[in-house]
């Protein structure tokens, strides 16, 4: 089994900076993508930021300029720095490996953390 493990949620306050980071862990032969989602009391789970193998991002308009994303493909593990947090970026964190392969020959699927909540004060 694969899991996706994250950590370094908290609270701080507006302007403060966090980074989180999600490890997969389990036998995993590739990763397409690894990224993050978040989801906001009463409101749907949204993208925040992605990156590819070959390092490729993708980022949500509301947090470009101020996330980064990066990855480590050796060790299977993705990081999120947040800069300039705002009292909107509160939400639940959740990581995400996209076209896991178990093994060369096998089938991909996805993957998604348990969250790590992340909490900016005003």
């Known amino acids: 089994q694969v899991q996706l493990v994250e950590s370094g949620g908290g609270l701080v306050q507006a302007g403060g900076s966090l980074r989180l980071s999600c490890a997969a862990s389990g036998t995993i032969f590739s990763i397409n993508a690894m990224g993050w989602y978040r989801q906001a009391p009463g409101k749907q789970r949204e993208l925040v930021a992605t990156i590819t193998g070959g390092e490729s991002r993708n980022f949500a308009d509301s947090v470009k300029g101020r996330f980064t994303i990066s990855r480590d493909n050796a060790k299977n593990t993705v990081y999120l720095q947040m800069n300039s947090l705002k009292p909107e970026d509160t939400a639940v964190y959740y990581c995400?490996?996209?076209?896991?392969?178990?093994?060369?020959?096998?089938?991909?699927?996805?993957?998604w953390g348990q969250g790590t909540q992340v909490t900016v004060s005003s």
């Open positions: 995400t490996a996209v076209g896991v392969r178990r093994t060369s020959w096998g089938t991909s699927r996805d993957y």
